[in-house]
């Protein structure tokens, strides 16, 4: 599909879900099919491939206008049936992981690797006060059920955003963040078992490094 992101995505799936991230060809049936999660993580992919097409020649260009149709299509289907909308204009990292798909809207933001989106999640424009900046969010993040991130702010790597915080400011590396509106209550917190995946080896894997 494109980006070799995905194949990192897939196998950090694998690792979350199925218990490895190289399971048997039934298990991995059974997830691709039933699986919400994994088509939303899909579809931005593909609709990702499908952009970068067009700006690769004329004869890729055409291809590229005709999977974007489709993917705009795909796109309307998951934000109707399943209320997950991520914009192919965001620029997200390998290892994406979208746990429990309702109401996840991620605008054209900047996300980093190996990041975790829960349910009702919101990632995009503040709009308030002329605001038209969108988050740029670092590696290892952890992001927790209705949780709303907005504005042109910076989320540290490693960071932990808890249920329902509300963030509009910056928030240093390895932080834990909470409330409404979201402050840090925790300096140097280690989200690594929330994360449960260790990215290095599946990136290398998928060919994305050396």
């Known amino acids: 599909m494109g980006d070799r992101a995905f194949a990192v995505d897939l196998a950090k799936a694998y690792a979350i879900l199925l218990g490895s ?14 699986s919400v999660e994994l ?20 004869l890729p260009r055409v291809a590229g206008l005709l999977l974007t149709a489709a993917h705009r299509i795909w796109n309307r289907r998951m934000t109707s049936r399943h209320h997950v909308e991520i914009s ?30 829960h349910q009702n999640v919101t990632i995009g424009q503040r709009v308030a006060g002329g605001d038209q900046g969108v988050p740029r969010i670092g590696d290892n993040v952890w ?8 504005g042109a702010i910076v989320i540290g790597s490693g960071s932990t955003i808890s249920a329902g915080a509300v963030v509009t400011r910056d928030i240093p590396e390895r932080s834990l963040v909470a409330g409404n509106p979201g402050r840090v209550i925790t300096k140097g917190y280690d989200n690594g078992p929330m994360l449960n995946f260790d990215l290095p080896a599946p990136r290398q894997r998928a060919g994305i490094v050396s």
């Open 143 to 150: 992001i927790g059920p209705g949780a709303t991130i907005v």
């Open 21 to 34: 991230p190289d399971p048997g060809t039934g298990p991995r049936l059974r997830l691709w099919i039933g």
């Open 88 to 117: 192919p204009r965001a620029v997200i990292g390998p290892g994406l992981l979208v746990m429990h798909h309702h109401g996840v809207i991620v605008g054209p933001s900047q996300i980093g690797g190996n990041c975790v989106l």
């Open 39 to 58: 088509h939303c993580v899909a579809a931005y992919r593909f609709g990702r491939w499908a952009g970068g097409l067009r700006r690769r020649g004329p």
